[in-house]
């Protein structure tokens, strides 16, 4: 589903990927772990499209040259990303964003689009699965959201697009555990042997929930080992410090 | 290209910006007695209109421009300009519509407003107005069944020349600032309504003005009475081809609440807004003022500015009647070299007036935008209040907002709030929204119009979806 060879990512001068590789099979959930400034949340925002660095090698999704699509055209091809930082969008209504978000999908995917009722039902059947308070979804697009209700909002969306690979950059920092119980919910209730999973973490106790198929550790913009779910336990135990 | 540029290649340009080619009648080039005299003439109007305008002129003479606003511009040569353009086929008044120049239909049609019986809009009475003259006025019948006068101005100073002499001029009297007294000297045509005492106006009523002769200045001059317990809702629509050249639209705009009457007057200007250099482009220097002069009674303006070179007015409210209100509501955009100075002013005589202000510009491109408003609570206009709002947003860093407001309190039992937010649409907003499949365009369109949202859902709900793409174009091109 998707292929990462060699790629580097410099953002001015600076060089923060370095020859990464990876290959994600469908079903597939991988892992990747790493330290503050390892290149995990460049990784990911190379991925969604985000502008702003120098890229050299190649990155595949469905054997198609990821680089030649724009950020949305990305989204509608169904790559998600769970963002580290969800994004507040004063005056726009979380229900509309969501409806707005989930039509322009469905349209480029060639599907009928959702409306109003057919949408409401929807959002209030997610919405319910995740817990998630649906009188936020008559709010403002995360504002005045708690850190961990905005990475529900990020999970709900996931569920909502039913993407093919889904990004999750750091989605439990910040969550105590019954949000982590949640989150992970909501990932394994959309695995399947087609939908892939590309998870960044700092920390091994997300993967208590969500089983991972593969484990990398990414040191210095590079993956330097490669593993089982052992790997995150034999990490969490050394520190990175000591990794090497 | 693919077609989603293509798309944006198409909305790029400015929609309503043909010209229509189509016979003139003119006024000699120029400002002078005998043109004023020459357009009066030509509308066979009353001595006392005349009178009106001679005295206007002659103090014009004694008036200088005002410099004072933020968007400069080059010297305008008065006496380079045309003060009266007409299509020549209305100078034998055609009776009907049927006997209206197919060109003049065709334009509207393409203008997406239709003047023919079979495709009129729903439950909108329209008034167009083509350069200096009044066109064509639909579902004027059934208005005039329950009593509404909706007409030209022109015809109102024939048909109705008492309730005209009594009001015009009462809220911008000869005696006003430059542009409004050049407008009372050389006004050509423009709406008339009076909606009588207790009738609640049962559809919206529309003036839509286009600019088409060069050269030539459009000085419409509206006046709209809404006599006791009275209600009328009233959008004004604009455009104009698109010219090198700088056209000047200085209107005059007079609105008159009695007692518990209540008008809503709504704006979209679209006017051409120049090319992407800044070439071109009108300057819609306007005037506009209503005054709630009885008990209760309530003026509301909504303004959506999108198009103009230079925009610069300032709707406002003279609250002299006990517990009137008065609100503004206002939405500018400016992008590419688009300047704008706009705001309102409150003017609180009577006692328990209440005014409210909720303003949201958008600035992009090389644009600049300011706010400037007034509240001004006088000695006697004793436990009244005020609530000013006033966004900005910034998109892109070449732009510039400014508030500026003017905040005067005179009794101890009144007061003030206002409130100021600068904002800016972040490169992470956008990657955000197309993260979720959104395009650039759609994604700024979404984030503006939530911003604008308290704005846009006081328009009526006709025009509201309108506006809401009329935003999101006026923005096209100015993200990636």
Known sequence: MLKINNLNANIEDKSILKDFSLNINPGEVHAIMGPNGSGKSTLSNILSGKKGYEISGEVLFENKNLFELETEERAHKGIFLAFQYPLEIPGVNTNIFLKTSLNAIRKARGEKELDAIEFLKLVKEKAKELKFDEEKLNRQLNVGFSGGEKKKNEILQMSMLSPKLSILDETDSGLDIDALKVVSDGVNTLRNKDNSFLIITHYQRLLDYIKPDFVHVLMNGKIIKSGGPELALELEKKGYENFN | ?480
């Open chain 2, 1 to 480: 290209m693919n077609t989603r540029e293509k798309d944006i290649e198409n909305l790029k340009d400015y929609k309503y910006g043909f010209s229509t080619d189509i016979e003139n009648i003119r006024a000699p080039k120029g400002l002078n007695e005998d043109v004023i005299k020459f357009i009066s003439n030509i509308k066979k109007e009353p001595k006392w209109m005349l009178d009106f305008r001679l005295k206007s002129f002659k103090r014009l003479q004694n008036l200088k421009e005002p410099d004072w606003q933020k968007p400069k511009y080059p010297k305008i040569d008065y006496q380079d300009l045309y003060y009266y353009s007409a299509p020549k086929s209305m100078s034998d008044k055609p009776k009907s519509l049927d006997e209206l120049d197919p060109k003049l239909l065709e334009t509207y049609k393409k203008l997406g407003i239709p003047l023919q019986e079979q495709a009129r809009l729903n439950g909108i009475a329209i008034d167009a107005v083509f350069d200096s003259v009044s066109v064509a006025t639909t579902f004027k019948d059934e208005l005039t069944k329950q009593g509404i006068i909706f007409c030209s101005m022109s015809e109102a100073i024939q048909k109705h020349p008492d309730l005209v002499k009594k009001y015009l001029g009462t809220v911008i009297p000869t005696t006003d600032h430059f542009f409004a007294t050049l407008n009372s000297a050389v006004f050509t045509d423009g709406s008339f309504v009076y909606i009588p005492e207790g009738v609640r106006c049962p559809m919206e009523l529309s003036t839509y003005f286009r600019i088409n002769a060069s050269q030539t200045g459009q000085f419409e001059r509206t006046l709209i009475i809404a006599d006791k317990g009275s209600y009328v809702s009233y959008l004004e629509g604009c455009t104009a081809p698109m010219r090198d050249e700088n056209q000047l639209h200085a209107a005059n705009v007079e609105l008159i609440a009695l007692d518990d009457a209540e008008i809503k007057y709504s704006t979209v200007q679209n006017w051409y807004p120049g090319d992407e250099n800044g070439k071109g482009g009108i300057y819609n220097f306007v005037t506009k003022r209503g005054l709630c002069k009885g008990r209760n009674s309530k003026i509301s303006w909504t303004q959506v500015e999108t198009g103009s070179a230079i925009t610069w007015k300032y709707p406002s409210c003279i609250l002299k009647g006990d517990n009137s209100i008065g609100e503004f509501y206002s939405i500018a955009i400016t992008n590419n070299h688009q300047k704008a100075d706009t705001g309102t002013k409150m003017i609180h005589l009577g006692k328990n007036t209440k005014s409210k202000i909720i303003s949201k510009g958008i600035s992009a491109g090389f644009s600049d935008m300011t706010y400037r408003g007034l509240v001004d609570i006088n000695p006697k206009a004793k436990n009244s209040s005020n609530y000013t709002q006033c966004d900005s947003l910034l998109m892109g860093n070449k732009c510039g907002a400014h508030t500026v407001p003017y905040i005067k309190n005179k009794n101890f039992n009144s007061n003030i709030a206002h409130e100021a937010t600068t904002s800016k649409i972040s490169e992470e907003q956008l990657h955000y929204c197309q993260q979720r499949g959104l395009n650039s365009e759609e994604a700024v369109g979404l984030i503006v119009n939530g911003f604008c949202k308290e704005v846009l859902q006081q328009l009526p709900m006709e025009f509201a979806v309108e506006a809401q793409k009329l935003v999101g174009i006026s923005l096209e091109g100015s993200v990636g």
